[in-house]
């Protein structure tokens, strides 16, 4: 630059510096380069957040609150949100068939991809419950920071934000007991969700510590129209005040439809109690664990932050509705 202007090299450093100072140019730390101001934007802007979740369609309005959560500590931290999935990760065409969750291999190889093409330029990873600990463990050291939401994880590399099952199945049991009904049958969605399979656990287990697994039933199976269908004519016969307990707002919502169309009387005879509680069960009246999503989504980005993994645990509150 002194060559082409014809003034000695100690004047262009000068005036570059004084430039800088002004607010005109930016130096770059590291390589001493001058770039126009607003360049200083783009270099220190940090890398987006890659959220791997289902596709959010149909069903998933529980992701569209952790969204939504995400997307407004994104704003608080001027991050950028990269929303990502791959068809594979979950299919549900239709909300009345169950959805079918990619295998722990079939997991492996979407995240290899993905982080082929798009892991050096993420700097973070907020996984869906869905994903399973036997495929996250393949990429503990690709996938950093990370955190799982909802569901419980216990690999060493990865923040958790999950929700209290056990406090929400004691808040389930006290008030279906609460309420006379003699009998709790759990029921089962869909199959290969691993937050499904983990309330189930903790079910049985408040069941054990409240004194009352003689009131808890075997699972009964709530997957197809037709399952659902069944379920209900049984409950019809049924002489003892009975109560489903499904983790799963749509299902919860379907069961509900079906035992009035069967001429149940519901919740006289037939209680139902949906565990996941979103804004959905809230304006279909239902009975429901709440559950915080949007919190658990800027928890989530919060997470991402911190120098270790941390676990954070939110406590669910009991909703009552006019289905029990």
Same mark, same amino acid.
Request: charged share 25%.
């Given at each position: 630059m002194g060559q082409r202007l014809g003034v000695?090299?100690?004047?262009?450093?000068?005036?570059?510096?004084?430039?800088?100072?002004?607010?005109?140019?930016?130096?770059?730390?590291?390589?001493?380069?001058?770039?126009?101001?607003?360049?200083? +934007?783009?270099?220190?802007?940090?890398?987006?957040?890659?959220?791997?979740?289902?596709c959010l369609e149909l069903a998933s309005e529980q992701y569209r609150e952790i969204l939504e959560g995400i997307n407004s500590q994104c704003g608080t931290l001027h991050r950028a949100m990269l929303l990502w999935y791959d068809d594979l990760l979950v299919k549900h065409p239709a909300t009345q068939d169950a959805p079918i969750f990619a295998n722990p291999r079939e997991q492996r190889l979407i +995240?290899?991809?993905? +982080?082929?093409?798009?892991?050096?330029?993420?700097?973070?990873?907020i996984l869906d419950h869905t994903w399973s600990d036997e495929a996250l463990r393949s990429f503990g050291e690709r996938l950093q920071p990370a955190v799982v939401l909802f569901r419980s994880c216990e690999l060493p590399n990865f923040a958790n934000v999950r929700a209290n099952f056990r406090v929400g199945s004691l808040m389930a049991l006290t008030h279906l007991l609460g309420r006379g009904y003699e009998r709790i049958v *759990?029921?089962?969605?869909?199959?290969?969700? *691993?937050?499904?399979?983990?309330?189930?656990?903790?079910?049985?287990? %408040?069941a054990d510590e409240a004194?009352?697994?003689?009131?808890?039933?075997?699972?009964?199976?709530?997957?197809?129209?037709?399952?659902?269908?069944?379920?209900?004519? %049984?409950?019809?016969?049924?002489?003892?005040?009975?109560?489903l307990i499904c983790p799963e707002d749509n299902v919860s919502l379907f069961l509900s439809s079906a035992v009035r169309a069967a001429g149940v009387k519901c919740p006289q005879r037939i209680g139902l109690l949906s565990a996941m509680g979103t804004d959905f069960a809230s304006r279909a009246g239902m009975t429901h664990l709440r559950h915080d999503f949007r919190a658990m989504g800027r928890?989530?980005?919060?997470?991402?932050?911190m120098d270790k993994p941390v676990r954070h645990t939110l406590e669910p509150q009991l909703s009552p509705g006019n289905t029990t």
């Open positions: 000695a090299n100690t004047t262009v450093y000068r005036l570059l510096q004084e430039r800088a100072g002004a607010g005109d140019l930016w130096q770059h730390p590291t390589s001493g380069r001058y770039y126009p101001a607003a360049a200083r +934007l783009i270099f220190d802007r940090p890398k987006p957040v890659a959220c791997l979740t289902r +995240l290899s991809g993905f +982080l082929d093409r798009h892991g050096s330029s993420t700097g973070g990873f *759990p029921v089962l969605p869909f199959e290969g969700d *691993p937050a499904v399979d983990e309330f189930f656990v903790a079910l049985a287990a %408040a004194g009352c697994r003689d009131r808890l039933e075997p699972l009964a199976r709530a997957t197809t129209p037709a399952e659902r269908a069944a379920l209900v004519a %049984a409950l019809k016969n049924e002489p003892r005040r009975t109560a928890l989530a980005l919060d997470a991402l932050a």
